[in-house]
């Protein structure tokens, strides 16, 4: 992990799009205060050139913070475009919209939470909704989200993406919902970004009581950080603020029953633990099948989240199944 610079901006290799052009100039990290200059603004650089620099394996491109959001419309411009491309399947979709978002992440995580990154957000989003009601095969999804090297980013986009199929067999029609809905799940765990990295990293099962007790507040820090917006909606701040909330009042922070629950966090709770069960990360090294993973919510969990999402859920899990297996 590369330390942060007050003036500088490291940027993952795997956020390029591969094959367009860099609106930026684009450096290489010597020593702590050292970049030298690679590749100019305009210019398309190629993928394998971005990996080396005088023989040394590098994993970061670093780019000047002032001309950081040039990088990020660029970005959002191509995913915008791509992600309803007839000729393009959802693998290569989902890896750009994948680039695009990691983008906006690095905004959230060396810039903080602004309008602007809000924003971005919000294009991201709207990109991610149009895949999802364009795309909807589960396998698909997850095959390609396997590729994303950020496992915050792989679940946050999954989570979005899971989100929206459960909204649309529950038959929700306004967009405009479905949307805060999509970007309630993107930014659900925002809270987690003003926690120490080890902490988010560590799996809970090797936390202490205090280290728990502070991972457990990320949802009300969330809450706080959009709200310190002023331009959130109530429903995307709720959805950050409940989604480790269940319906039989096991969650936290606040131990909310079903009926307590805001909608639009009743979905993204489940979807958001549905992907803990089937994509790596800290708290799970051997993710299960789709299959495997409702079972676990229903049997080995008890089942705890609103019935009509968990259903809704079932549905497009077993859907999958009966057509792969």
């Not at 959001?69 to 290569?92: D, E, F, M, R, Y």
């Not at 396998?139 to 590729?147: C, V």
């Not at 009743?266 to 051997?286: H, I, Q, R, W, Y």
Request: aromatic share 6%.
């Amino acid at each position: 992990m590369e330390v942060k610079h007050p003036q500088m901006i490291p940027v993952p290799i795997t956020d390029f799009i591969g094959g367009t052009v860099v609106p930026v100039n684009l450096y290489v990290r010597l020593s702590d205060s050292k970049f030298v200059l690679v590749s100019n603004a305009g210019q398309k650089p190629n993928k394998d050139q971005f990996k080396t620099y005088e023989n040394k394996t590098v994993e970061y491109r670093w780019v000047k913070r002032e001309e950081y959001s040039k990088l990020i419309a660029n970005n959002l411009s191509i995913a915008g475009v791509v992600v309803t491309a007839s000729n393009l399947n959802v693998h290569q979709k989902t890896t750009i919209l994948s680039q695009a978002a990691g983008s906006v992440f690095t905004e959230l995580e060396h810039m903080g939470l602004s309008f602007d990154s809000y924003t971005h957000s919000k294009q991201i989003v709207e990109a991610t909704v149009a895949l999802s009601e364009s795309h909807r095969d589960l396998s698909d999804l997850f095959a390609s989200l396997k590729d994303c090297n950020d496992q915050v980013l792989q679940h946050s986009l999954a989570v979005s993406c899971i989100s929206v199929m459960i909204a649309q067999v529950l038959k929700w029609e306004n967009q405009q919902t479905v949307e805060k809905l999509a970007l309630g799940a993107l930014l659900h765990n925002i809270g987690l970004k003003s926690l120490p990295a080890e902490l988010v990293s560590k799996p809970k099962a090797k936390m202490t009581f205090d280290e728990i007790q502070l991972y457990e507040t990320h949802p009300f820090k969330g809450m706080q950080m959009l709200l310190g917006l002023g331009i959130v909606p109530d429903d995307v701040i709720a959805v950050a603020y409940e989604h480790h909330e269940n319906a039989i009042g096991q969650g936290y922070p606040r131990k909310l029953r079903n009926l307590k629950i805001h909608p639009l966090a009743k979905v993204v709770a489940l979807a958001s633990d549905f992907c803990e069960l089937t994509l790596p990360g800290p708290n799970n090294t051997n993710p299960r099948t789709p299959r495997e993973a409702i079972t676990t919510i229903e049997v080995t969990m008890g089942q705890p989240h609103n019935r009509e999402a968990f259903r809704a859920l079932q549905l497009i899990v077993n859907k999958e199944f009966a057509k792969t297996g």
